[in-house]
């Protein structure tokens, strides 16, 4: 397929920040967006004129949107699948429905990872409580208990240390199946953002640092602090996937970082077929950012350039931390606040990148 | 006056590609934006769901916009007093009335700078052909006779090369008075675009050097091939001017490098009330652009960092030029395409920035 011309549609469903960064990203190439989202108060909605407010199994409302657009893309892995089919059979869907299929379960993500020779933590599926004791006298404790669906920031997950934790975490977790994962002792936690477009051209961003508070993502630092060899690895790794998934857009994925004897090795913990948080420092530092590379690759355009011009420490803004802007940053610091009206604790609110060394 | 927080919204007095950059910007830092344009078909119009289609006369329709909004700008100089005034009198007009008044008229402008000890061309007021020989007399020949007001991109001025062209050249010229300006042999331009915020900080980009096409800017050249001294010299003197304006924005100067012994000179061509297209390289290379930078400025926050990250040379896009965009440009380079419907020959489509050298 020929690349999308300017003036082009892109249908984004969900109507979070990501969807805003990816539509004020989609604007910067010529685009139009039309942002489908059910909550009428997205802030996505203030980027553009074109918008559907409508359930994400309104079938009207999704064909509608569909004849609107040229190609559709999403701001989430949680898209159901019945949607995203519907959707496909209209218009070009990009990322595909198979990425979304593997990445939206964490049982099938890790056994496609696995089968790929990707390295995953240890992990037993749970279907009942004895599947539990099973796993637990597999896997040994600690451990973490997940649901398989539907997680996010640390919700839908409980660590257990003790064997008699095992049975209110199973009954507490929702929904069923779930999947219980060895505990994995990491040096740290990194990540990294790969694009692939439709003619298979496929390009990485440098891995950042990640360190999370309350189990959400508070800084990514860039460079991070590993060996050369480690990065270059986990680059090849996440190249490894968007090639194996046959995939277009830009994907996250994260990292453990462990010990291996004298050295390190890589674990994935977790992929997600979007753009990412651990890659909102490219936008600061990148002649082409996370946003931009996504929306070229659904658009069918040679990706751009992902080279780093300085070092940089991107912050998020949770809650009421994004009261700090604009008196509270210093001059070397690029805010991104996503307008959202009201502030709620935990609540993502905005970030920072800062300038720490320019090259 | 304290900050504007987010989630403010700042109207845009006109919907072309700079009102639409401007738009963009004031997303990226958690605003709403409000566009008013006459023209139905504004490419601003795409990046926000606020619009007004209305005269810049309609006094019930800037009214409304007015109490829409929390702060006023605009992206182009040539905004009626009336309309001006109007607003100021309801909300906030950044860059205020006297800056549009002054750069709106060449005559005022040039005066205003003499005033300030700027150097300006040698120019005499024409509003009849008696004026225009008197002016001849003064100046000589050749010379430029321009119309004071509505004047861009080459259009309302002629060059005088011969005494004979003149009565012709004074009757095609409209609307009066004109104003015959002194022919400045030139050894390059350059332009430096500087802000100015509420608290009185005042920032300058690096000096751009500029090529003109068909009297349309062709190239912007970071870092103009000049003298330390004299890109210093440059934004001291475009600093001068928004104290003097007592300006709140960002403003573009004009600037004619001219032989002056055995060195250059600097003389200043005209300045522009807004975010200007030599600063468009801005974008690609500075943590702070110019539409952010001027966006800051008119919401009352601190300015941003304008230090420049890398080497790069901006150039527009004009006409079908834009077909170029994405197959026929590198990895190097930063497209803006500023999606508008129509291609036609020299229509501004969109720019492209290429890094020459990263430092």
Known sequence: MSPLPQGSTI????????????????????????????????????????????????????????????????EFENVPAATAEFLAARKPLRPGANALAISQDRLAEKSFLASKNIPVAPHRAVESLADLEAAIDALGLPAVLKT?????????????????????????????????????PFDKEISVVVARNTTGEVRAFDAAENVHRDHILFTS???????PGLEKHAAMLAKVIVVALDYV???GVEFFVVPSGERQALVVNEIAPRVHNSGHWTEAVCLTDQF????????????????RMADVVMENLVGDEVLTVPTGIDGNTQPHLYGKTEIRAGRKMGHINKITRRS
Not at 45 to 54: G, Q, R, S, Y
Not at 292 to 307: N, S, Y
């Open 249 to 251: 857009g830009v994907l």
């Open 292 to 307: 931009e590379q996504h929306i070229r690759a659904v658009l069918g355009w040679p990706l751009g350039d992902p080279a």
């Open 221 to 227: 630092t860039v460079p991070a602090d590993i060996a």
């Open 11 to 74: 249908g984004i469903l969900g109507g979070g920040q990501l969807g805003r960064m990816l539509s004020l990203a989609a604007s910067k190439l010529g685009m139009k967006t039309h942002i489908y989202c059910p909550d009428a108060n997205s802030p996505a909605f203030e980027v553009t004129p074109h918008k559907t407010v409508a359930a994400y199994d309104d079938e009207a409302a999704l064909a509608a949107f569909a004849d609107a657009v040229d190609v559709i893309t999403y």
């Open 148 to 184: 398989t669906r539907l997680g996010y920031d640390g919700k839908g997950q409980r660590v257990l240390r003790d064997r008699a934790d095992a049975a209110a975490a199973f009954a507490a977790l929702e929904p069923k199946p779930l999947v219980l994962e060895a505990f994995i």
